[in-house]
Each structure stands twice: as C-alpha cells, then as structure tokens.
C-alpha cells in the first residue's frame, strides 16, 4: 500500500508544565507495519497525565517537554500496511503513539490522528464506543488483581479497595466479573460514593474492621500506607496499585507484627487488554456511568483542570471528531 504524504494532526501539546496547547504537528511517516488511525475519543488519565501536566512525574523513561500525552484513544484504520495485520475500517483501542518527531508522544493518544504498529491496536466492538477509552484503566485493574505474580503465585483478589474513582470502580468489577467476592471500597468524598455496583462504599472512619486480608489502594496516597496496615489481618498483603509521586514510607513494628506482604501492580499488558475484552464481550464487565465529562478537542485546557480539579468527574473524554476536517 502507498501511504497518503505530509501528514499532519492536530494534538494536545505540554509544552511544559501547566502549560498546555492544541496544535498542528507533523506525523512520522508509517512503514508497512503501520496503520493511520483517525482519532474519534480520548481519556485525560487522572494519575500520569495529572503528575505530568503538574511536572511532579517522577523520572520516567522518555520524559521531557513538549509531549503529547495520552494513552486511552479510540479511533478508526483509515490506511493500513500491508504488514500491519489490520484493515481499513476497523474501530480500535490505541494505548498510544510514537509518531511525533522531535515532540516526545509519552504517552501520544492524545491527538486528532496517529501513526501507529498495527500490532499495538486492538478492533473492539462496535457498540463500546466511547467507552473504549476505559480499555487502558480496565486492564490497569485487571492486571492487578487477576492472573499470577512473577513468582507464579496467584494474585489476590480485593477484600478492600481505598479509592472509588474511576480506577477503584473498575477495580472493584472486575474483581466481580472474575467471580471474586464483592470488594468493600473506602471514599471519604462523599461525592464520590454513589455508583457502587454490587458492592459497599463506606467511610474508613465507619468501618470497624481490621482483618483484611487484602487492601488495594488506588489512591496514590502514600501517606495511608501506615493506617492501612492496621486494618490488615495476620500476614496479609497490601498492594499499591497506583502512582506515587513521593517516596514511600511505613512504620516497621506493625508491619512486622503482621507479617505484611507488600506487592507493586505494575503497567497493563496486552494479555491484559484481550481478557478485558473477553469480559466485556461476555456481558461480564460494563463500563456504564463512568465516563462523566466531555468535552471537545479546541477546549482541551479547560477539560484539563475539570479532570484534575473536580471530584464529580471521573472521567473526562476528549471528541475529536470533525478535528481532521
């Protein structure tokens, strides 16, 4: 296949931090293992996306400004390699794109079109839509809490999971669909307590427990580590299942009393993707009501600070329909 020439897309830009634009870049040409995708949505991830647009995101590989951010996108192959193994047409989840040239893409979804290895998309349902944008988040909860640890050992699932945003919801389903026990989440915002499915949402200071056997915190709260290992039962495991921007620390006596176990989820993979997949296919997963804000690609900047400012936003998407013209 012969690509179209001199391609460009409009994309959010950190020029540095608290800095941001929407501007025109030029996209690196695809080779035969390459598809072109036309962006139609996109996530503003509350963790890594907030901590780079603050410039508090720790040294990361492939840091620096300006970048394009992004890895939650949904878009359709509008031109695809003959290597690529995809076809023109297809709807796909893109985790992001490389496809910049001197504007670094960490993580790059966040534009109007992509350059991209067809091999890193994945066709999703048609019917998903713009929640497609929650595959990343999905698979970040599934990672951690399903399959096996590195030693081979099964991962446990969540008797309590600290956090009820966005992350801990999808946390907390898929536990379910995965035919665990239903989870108690903790949220002290009380605007964030509604939307439970299947599960309680309490404040730590109503619930008297402290025989969990395992606490995930998806709060990025480092200063709570202390106070969750109280509520754990002999030898149980903690497990911080999101970003942390400070060193974290813990008082040693308690963690010893009980045998603490500490574990650290680590990045999605595409196993990860394909069984979340699988989940929603089967009616098992539904990404329902958590996708709160939109807002379309020309008021990026404003959609930022509601993402990272607002506690009834769990969600905001990006539409960039219309951007490519």
């Given at each position: 296949?012969?690509?179209?020439?001199?391609?460009?897309?409009?994309?959010?830009?950190?020029?540095?931090?608290?800095?941001?634009?929407?501007?025109?870049?030029?996209?690196?040409?695809?080779?035969?293992?390459?598809?072109?995708?036309?962006?139609?949505?996109?996530?503003?991830?509350?963790?890594?996306?907030?901590?780079?647009?603050?410039?508090?995101?720790?040294?990361?590989?492939g840091m620096g400004y300006p970048?394009?951010?992004?890895?939650?996108?949904?878009?359709?192959?509008?031109?695809?390699?003959?290597?690529?193994?995809?076809?023109?047409?297809?709807?796909?989840f893109v985790p992001g794109a490389?496809?910049?040239?001197?504007?670094?893409?960490?993580f790059g979804g966040a534009a109007?079109?992509?350059?991209?290895?067809?091999?890193?998309?994945?066709?999703?349902?048609?019917?998903?839509?713009?929640?497609?944008?929650?595959?990343?988040?999905?698979?970040?909860?599934?990672?951690?809490?399903?399959?096996?640890?590195?030693?081979?050992?099964?991962?446990?699932?969540?008797?309590?999971?600290?956090?009820?945003?966005?992350?801990?919801?999808?946390?907390?389903?898929?536990?379910?669909?995965?035919?665990?026990?239903?989870?108690?989440?903790?949220?002290?915002?009380?605007?964030?307590?509604?939307?439970?499915?299947?599960?309680?949402?309490?404040?730590?200071?109503?619930?008297?427990?402290?025989?969990?056997?395992?606490?995930?915190?998806?709060?990025?709260?480092?200063?709570?580590?202390?106070?969750?290992?109280?509520?754990?039962?002999?030898?149980?495991?903690?497990?911080?299942?999101?970003?942390?921007?400070?060193?974290?620390?813990?008082?040693?006596?308690?963690?010893?009393?009980?045998?603490?176990?500490?574990?650290?989820?680590?990045?999605?993979?595409?196993?990860?993707?394909?069984?979340?997949?699988?989940?929603?296919?089967?009616?098992?997963?539904?990404?329902?009501?958590?996708?709160?804000?939109?807002?379309?690609?020309?008021?990026?900047?404003?959609?930022?600070?509601?993402?990272?400012?607002?506690?009834?936003?769990?969600?905001?998407?990006?539409?960039?329909?219309?951007?490519?013209?």
């Open positions: 296949m012969i690509f179209s020439t001199n391609m460009s897309a409009t994309a959010i830009v950190l020029e540095e931090p608290k800095r941001l634009a929407v501007k025109q870049l030029a996209l690196t040409p695809p080779n035969a293992a390459d598809c072109v995708v036309d962006v139609i949505w996109s996530g503003i991830s509350t963790g890594t996306e907030r901590l780079l647009w603050s410039g508090r995101m720790p040294p990361f590989p970048l394009v951010p992004g890895y939650e996108s949904v878009g359709r192959v509008v031109e695809a390699g003959d290597e690529s193994g995809r076809g023109i047409g297809e709807l796909v490389r496809c910049y040239g001197e504007v670094s893409g960490l109007s079109r992509v350059v991209v290895a067809g091999a890193k998309l994945m066709p999703i349902p048609e019917q998903l839509g713009e929640q497609g944008v929650l595959m990343a988040l999905a698979a970040t909860a599934y990672h951690a809490c399903s399959g096996s640890n590195a030693d081979g050992s099964s991962k446990t699932p969540p008797d309590l999971i600290v956090g009820h945003g966005v992350l801990g919801r999808l946390l907390a389903r898929v536990a379910i669909a995965n035919d665990a026990p239903p989870p108690v989440v903790w949220e002290t915002n009380p605007l964030r307590k509604d939307g439970a499915l299947g599960y309680d949402v309490l404040d730590p200071a109503d619930d008297g427990r402290s025989d969990y056997r395992t606490i995930y915190d998806v709060s990025g709260d480092g200063s709570l580590l202390d106070s969750l290992i109280a509520r754990l039962a002999p030898g149980g495991e903690i497990v911080l299942a999101g970003f942390y921007e400070a060193p974290l620390s813990f008082q040693f006596p308690p963690a010893f009393m009980r045998e603490l176990r500490l574990r650290i989820a680590a990045e999605f993979r595409e196993p990860d993707l394909v069984a979340v997949k699988r989940l929603v296919e089967a009616g098992k997963l539904s990404f329902d009501g958590l996708i709160t804000h939109r807002s379309q690609a020309a008021e990026a900047a404003s959609a930022y600070e509601t993402a990272f400012n607002d506690p009834t936003c769990l969600k905001m998407m990006i539409d960039w329909r219309g951007t490519n013209g």
